[in-house]
């Protein structure tokens, strides 16, 4: 599960054998609907059938993974999670003023510089500017196109989660999300935490290398 400032195309390269990109509504390839309520969770549910598999979830993606191994634990034996928020987190002033600036750009139709904020404020890697620009542009086409409403849950029950967990965070990631990664350590049962270094808030992007051995060595893959 790609990040909220990506899509399907952040996992290209990246060495994982045997996984598959799930793409949510809205981004990339997948536009949302025309109209009405979408909900990421259950579309990853419907994508997993019976089960059970592994989720890898990056940033957003990873809350949505959070969202599936809650509410249906027996479909979930393995997650990863790269950098994922926790929504009732009590963010920081950081935090609070880039969504203003985000909203403020997109109500006034400046997806491009919008596009630009995210890649400016996530990034710690410069060279990859372009390319979480390119995705996260076409992001913001597809929402401002569609009149469709996403939904999914503000709290999740960590403690519900029975699937064997790796909370995996980049060292130089925003103090929030460094802050939450400690959190879902400490309240997922069966997690262990692991730090990425070099590495900000997508290191699947930043350090694909050091992110997918992580990954590979927790997967036994």
């Known amino acids: 599960m790609h990040s909220g400032v990506c899509d399907a195309r952040m996992w290209d390269g990246f060495d994982l ?20 309520e979408y909900s990421p969770a259950d579309d990853l549910l419907a994508a997993l059938g019976d089960g ?16 599936v191994a809650a509410r249906r634990p027996e479909l979930v034996s393995e997650l990863v999670l ?14 609070e003023r880039f969504d203003e600036r985000e909203t403020e750009l997109l109500a006034a139709g400046n997806v491009r510089e919008a596009a630009e ?7 710690e890697d410069p060279s990859l500017r372009e390319r979480v620009i390119e995705m996260q542009e076409r ?7 569609s009149e469709a409403e996403m939904t999914g849950d ?8 029975t699937a064997r967990t ?3 965070v980049g060292e130089l990631d925003k103090p929030d999300f460094r802050a939450i990664a400690e959190r879902l350590a400490r309240e997922i049962p069966n997690a262990e935490l692991a730090v990425i270094e070099g590495a900000g808030h997508l290191p699947a992007l930043e350090r694909p290398e050091e992110t997918a051995r992580l990954v590979r060595r927790f997967l036994g893959v």
């Open 17 to 36: 054998p045997g996984a598959r990109a799930h793409e949510m509504r809205g981004y990339g390839q997948t536009p949302p609907p025309a109209e009405g």
């Open 52 to 67: 059970p598999a592994a989720l890898v979830g990056a940033s957003f993606g990873g809350y949505i993974c959070l969202e």
């Open 82 to 95: 790269l950098d994922a928020p926790l929504f009732d987190h009590d963010f920081s002033d950081e935090i």
């Open 117 to 123: 904020l995210n890649a400016d404020f996530w990034l």
């Open 139 to 145: 992001r913001f086409e597809l929402e401002l196109a």
């Open 154 to 161: 503000d709290e999740v029950d960590l403690g519900a989660i």
């Open 166 to 168: 790796l909370v995996a």
